[in-house]
T-cell receptor, first 112, second 115 residues
Framework: DAKTTQPNSMESNEEEPVHLPCNHS???????IHWYRQLPSQGPEYVIH???SNVNNRMASLAIAEDRKSSTLILHRATLRDAAVYYC?????????????FGTGTRLLVSP | DAGVTQSPTHLIKTRGQQVTLRCSPK?????VSWYQQALGQGPQFIFQ???????QRGNFPDRFSGHQFPNYSSELNVNALLLGDSALYLC????FGRGESYEQYFGPGTRLTVT
C-alpha cells in the first residue's frame, strides 16, 4: 500500500482558510487521493477525492500537484465544527475492493 | 435514508470471552468493511465482505471472523478476547465498483472494553 505523510497537528482561527498538506511520493498512476475526516466521538466521514485535476465540493477543495506526489486539502473558511482529524489516503482505482489504509492523520484545532 | 448503524454502542467483556458486533449498511450498499481503532490511532482495516464472502483481510489473527447476510448486514466476531482488543470497532459500507472511486460511509462504532 502506498503511504502518505501528514503533519501531526495544525491550528487555525475560525473563518480563516486552512491548507492541510499531504505527501505521497510513491503514488502510482492508478491511485486516487482520498480525504476523510473524523470528528470527535464519530466514525470517519468522506470529504473529497481526486485523481489528477483539482476538485471542489461543498465541503472543501483538493489541490493536486502536477507530479501527483503531494496534495493539499483546502477548507476555505474554517468553522469550529471543522475541528477533527483529517486523513489523506490513497486507493487504487483498479480494484473494486476498497480497503482504506489510514495513517495517524492531522489533528486540526480551530480557535474562535 | 438511514446511514450505517452499529450495535451495541458500548460493550464490556472479560479476557477470554467471545463477542459479536453487528452492522447494517447504508441503504443500497452491498459491501461492508470492518476497522479497529485503538485510542489515538487511525482505523486499521480488519476485513471486507462482498456477496457474503470475505474478499480482503488485513493483518489480524483468525480470532477475528465475520459474516455477511443476504440483506448485506454483517457481523464481526472476536474469540478469546485479549486486553489489546479494547478499541473502537467501526463498520463502513460502500458500493462495489472499479474505476471511479466510491466513498465509504462509516457508522458511529462500537466501543469494546476488555477487562
Amino acid at each position: 500500500d502506498a503511504k502518505t505523510t501528514q503533519p501531526n497537528s495544525m491550528e487555525s482561527n475560525e473563518e480563516e482558510p486552512v491548507h492541510l498538506p499531504c505527501n505521497h511520493s510513491t503514488i502510482s498512476g492508478t491511485d486516487y487521493i482520498h480525504w476523510y475526516r473524523q470528528l470527535p466521538s464519530q466514525g470517519p466521514e468522506y470529504v473529497i477525492h481526486g485523481l489528477t485535476s483539482n476538485v471542489n465540493n461543498r465541503m472543501a477543495s483538493l489541490a493536486i500537484a502536477e507530479d501527483r506526489k503531494s496534495s493539499t486539502l483546502i477548507l476555505h473558511r474554517a468553522t469550529l465544527r471543522d475541528a477533527a482529524v483529517y486523513y489523506c489516503i490513497l486507493r487504487d482505482k483498479n480494484t473494486g475492493f476498497q480497503k482504506l489504509v489510514f495513517g495517524t492523520g492531522t489533528r486540526l484545532l480551530v480557535s474562535p | 435514508d438511514a446511514g450505517v448503524t452499529q450495535s451495541p454502542t458500548h460493550l464490556i467483556k472479560t479476557r477470554g470471552q467471545q463477542v459479536t458486533l453487528r452492522c447494517s449498511p447504508k441503504s443500497g450498499h452491498d459491501t461492508v468493511s470492518w476497522y479497529q481503532q485503538a485510542l489515538g490511532q487511525g482505523p486499521q482495516f480488519i476485513f471486507q465482505y462482498y456477496e457474503e464472502e470475505e474478499r480482503q483481510r488485513g493483518n489480524f489473527p483468525d480470532r477475528f471472523s465475520g459474516h455477511q447476510f443476504p440483506n448485506y448486514s454483517s457481523e464481526l466476531n472476536v474469540n478469546a478476547l485479549l486486553l489489546g482488543d479494547s478499541a473502537l470497532y467501526l463498520c463502513a459500507s460502500s458500493l462495489f465498483g472499479r474505476g471511479e472511486s466510491y466513498e465509504q460511509y462509516f457508522g458511529p462504532g462500537t466501543r469494546l472494553t476488555v477487562t
